[in-house]
């Protein structure tokens, strides 16, 4: 597992959720998993292609998705499935959007795709150059996950590779 490639998701989804929803956060539970990922809740999914490639998963259950719409409104939301996943993909973004900058910081090139709402039981599994990392994060609104696949372009690795280490 790369961390330097993990990390700044970690970091912006701590960030993100501490602010937007005005309390605490903690990681209470992290593995890797190898499986194919079995959703929780309601779950968006955000591709990235470039020089690093991957995927990652915000899932939240329909009720905590409601705390959370209500929270970023600043007042009670009546609830709906449209409202769930719209929530579910804005705080994403939100995620993500903190996570890219991160990463650009570090000199990645990479284009990041839209969430997309992830509906399927399972899928999403791992590959042999990809582990998953699944985070649960404590909020106030309720438990959050967070599904990281992220690997270098094997092109990229490659490169890296061919560079003498200097001593």
């Known amino acids: 597992m790369r961390m330097e490639l993990i990390q700044p998701f970690i970091n912006a989804a701590d960030a993100v959720f501490a602010e937007s929803l005005q309390g605490p956060t903690k990681i209470v539970d992290l593995e890797m998993d190898e499986d194919a990922y079995r959703r929780k809740g309601i779950a968006a999914l955000i591709a990235i292609r470039g020089d ?3 995927r990652v998963i915000l899932d939240l ?7 959370v719409a209500s929270q970023l409104a ?5 609830a709906s499935e449209q409202v ?3 929530t579910v993909c804005e705080l994403a973004n939100m995620v993500i959007g903190n996570s890219v900058t991160l990463l650009n910081d570090q000199g990645f090139h990479f ?3 839209p969430p997309e709402v992830h509906m399927d039981e399972t899928g999403l599994a791992g590959s042999a150059d ?5 985070i649960c994060i404590e909020t106030p609104c309720g438990n959050i996950y967070l599904n990281i696949a992220m690997h270098y372009l094997h ?4 490169e890296r590779n061919a560079i003498p280490a200097l001593d």
């Open 74 to 78: 600043g007042s009670e939301i009546e």
């Open 130 to 134: 990809t582990e998953a990392l699944v």
């Open 111 to 113: 284009k990041v795709f």
């Open 84 to 86: 769930v996943k719209e």
């Open 155 to 158: 092109r990229r690795r490659q």
């Open 52 to 54: 690093i490639e991957g």
């Open 61 to 67: 259950s329909p009720e905590v998705a409601m705390k």
